[in-house]
């Protein structure tokens, strides 16, 4: 096996590849790329896996010798940060490949390629294409609102639906909910759902850019395959229900506050700096003309914040919120301005753009914390 490629071609790749490798795992092989040399083609096969999800990455090169051979995911990504930005000549020797840049030269101790779980071959010329700059800003708009409680499985997916006339990714936690609906015709015949893990999606998030516009996504019983650019990636679904988290959606917010997204992403910021660690609680009292966000905090001290430039209608207001979550939901919102609706001061919060928005909406949903 020989092949050469230069640095820049190759180590972009490797950095998106790299975030598939599991950090924990029984299975010594899976800390592994498996590249595959393909001298017919003239291009390495790149595929590396956590047995959820699957990413095969298809990179032009140099390739004088086919082969194939397993390598340490996290020490050729090492090596490759620190290599100058030259050609890399790759030569397997028995059971080692030799990497040789500029004079500088790195033997590598390869595993077992038979060990390496099988990944069976994919048809996607039944995929459907979807705009790939619209799926991103679906990832986006919800991802932050997933579960990380591994025993809660199903919510530590993005419910993705796509319907013949629309569609629509939602995410919860509990605490929070993101919802991001696209009002246009896909191309699917009928309504499909499936519950997609989150890491699979924060992939695709990564690689897509502006350059290539369609993302084709073929979808089965038990996974979904994407395929954009050099990737194809195959992730299993969560299986189960989603549940309905529009029971949870307050009907009779009828408080409804008007303001600048900066001006209060920076008010929090600030008075974050005194949240507990417990809680990251901060309180907002909203009135007519004045709103103060404060933090008290026992231990340290308080800060507090008055605001006067917004518009409100509804009743006066005090309620608490974790502040980390009410920043992670405005810095997915698009308009200068946020529109908040509160009911009662135990109900959640809707926020939402400001303003017309053309063929999506969005709406966001965050629980406030008790009072102590």
């Given at each position: 096996?020989?092949?050469?490629?230069?640095?820049?071609?190759?180590?972009?790749?490797i950095?998106?590849?790299?975030?598939?490798?599991?950090?924990?795992?029984?299975?010594?092989?899976?800390?592994?790329?498996?590249?595959?040399?393909?001298e017919?083609?003239?291009?390495?096969?790149?595929?590396?896996?956590?047995?959820?999800?699957?990413?095969?990455?298809?990179?032009?090169?140099?390739?004088?010798?086919?082969?194939?051979?397993?390598?340490?995911?996290?020490?050729?990504?090492?090596?490759?940060?620190?290599?100058?930005?030259?050609?890399?000549?790759f030569?397997k020797?028995?059971?080692?490949?030799?990497?040789?840049?500029?004079?500088?030269?790195?033997?590598?101790l390869?595993?077992?390629?038979?060990?390496?779980?099988?990944?069976?071959?994919?048809?996607?010329?039944?995929?459907?294409?979807?705009?790939?700059?619209?799926?991103?800003?679906?990832i986006?708009?919800?991802?932050?609102?997933?579960?990380t409680?591994?025993n809660r499985?199903?919510?530590?997916?993005?419910?993705?639906?796509?319907d013949?006339?629309?569609?629509?990714?939602?995410?919860t936690?509990?605490?929070?909910?993101?919802?991001?609906?696209?009002?246009?015709?896909?191309?699917?015949?009928?309504?499909?759902?499936?519950?997609?893990?989150?890491?699979?999606?924060?992939?695709?998030?990564?690689?897509?850019?502006?350059t290539?516009?369609?993302?084709?996504?073929?979808?089965?019983?038990?996974?979904?395959i994407?395929?954009?650019?050099?990737?194809?990636?195959m992730?299993?679904?969560?299986?189960?229900?989603?549940?309905?988290?529009?029971k949870?959606?307050?009907?009779?917010?009828?408080?409804?506050?008007?303001?600048?997204?900066?001006?209060?992403?920076?008010?929090?910021?600030?008075?974050?700096?005194?949240?507990?660690?417990?809680?990251?609680k901060?309180?907002?009292?909203?009135?007519?003309n004045?709103?103060?966000?404060?933090?008290?905090?026992?231990?340290?001290g308080?800060?507090?914040?008055?605001?006067?430039?917004?518009?409100?209608?509804?009743?006066?207001?005090?309620?608490?919120?974790?502040?980390?979550?009410?920043?992670?939901?405005?810095?997915?919102?698009?308009?200068?301005?946020?529109?908040?609706?509160?009911?009662?001061?135990?109900e959640?919060?809707?926020?939402?753009?400001?303003?017309?928005?053309?063929?999506?909406?969005?709406?966001?949903l965050?629980?406030?914390?008790?009072?102590?």
């Amino acid at each position: 096996m020989k092949f050469s490629i230069e640095r820049k071609d190759l180590l972009p790749h490797i950095q998106h590849l790299i975030n598939i490798v599991p950090g924990k795992n029984t299975m010594p092989i899976l800390t592994n790329f498996l590249i595959e040399a393909d001298e017919n083609e003239n291009q390495l096969i790149i595929t590396v896996t956590d047995l959820e999800i699957t990413v095969i990455a298809y990179i032009k090169a140099n390739v004088i010798n086919g082969g194939k051979i397993a390598i340490s995911a996290k020490r050729l990504m090492d090596i490759l940060t620190r290599l100058p930005d030259k050609m890399i000549d790759f030569v397997k020797k028995e059971d080692d490949i030799v990497i040789d840049c500029n004079a500088i030269e790195f033997n590598l101790l390869c595993a077992e390629t038979s060990q390496f779980p099988l990944v069976p071959e994919v048809d996607l010329s039944a995929s459907v294409p979807i705009n790939a700059g619209l799926f991103r800003k679906m990832i986006e708009n919800t991802s932050f609102a997933v579960s990380t409680e591994i025993n809660r499985a199903i919510f530590t997916g993005i419910n993705w639906t796509l319907d013949p006339e629309f569609q629509m990714m939602a995410a919860t936690d509990g605490k929070k909910i993101a919802e991001f609906k696209h009002n246009k015709p896909t191309h699917v015949e009928e309504r499909i759902e499936r519950i997609i893990p989150t890491k699979g999606l924060n992939f695709l998030d990564k690689v897509i850019n502006e350059t290539i516009s369609e993302v084709g996504v073929l979808i089965e019983p038990n996974r979904v395959i994407f395929q954009y650019a050099p990737y194809v990636l195959m992730t299993h679904v969560i299986e189960g229900h989603y549940p309905d988290y529009n029971k949870a959606i307050p009907k009779n917010n009828t408080n409804i506050l008007l303001l600048d997204k900066l001006l209060l992403k920076e008010a929090v910021n600030r008075v974050s700096l005194l949240a507990i660690e417990d809680t990251y609680k901060i309180r907002m009292k909203i009135k007519e003309n004045t709103i103060l966000i404060d933090c008290i905090n026992r231990d340290e001290g308080e800060a507090h914040e008055q605001i006067h430039n917004f518009e409100y209608e509804g009743e006066d207001l005090e309620i608490a919120f974790n502040y980390k979550f009410l920043l992670a939901i405005l810095n997915v919102i698009e308009t200068p301005q946020v529109e908040i609706r509160f009911g009662k001061d135990n109900e959640g919060a809707l926020l939402f753009n400001h303003g017309e928005e053309k063929d999506y909406s969005t709406r966001f949903l965050l629980m406030p914390l008790r009072f102590l």
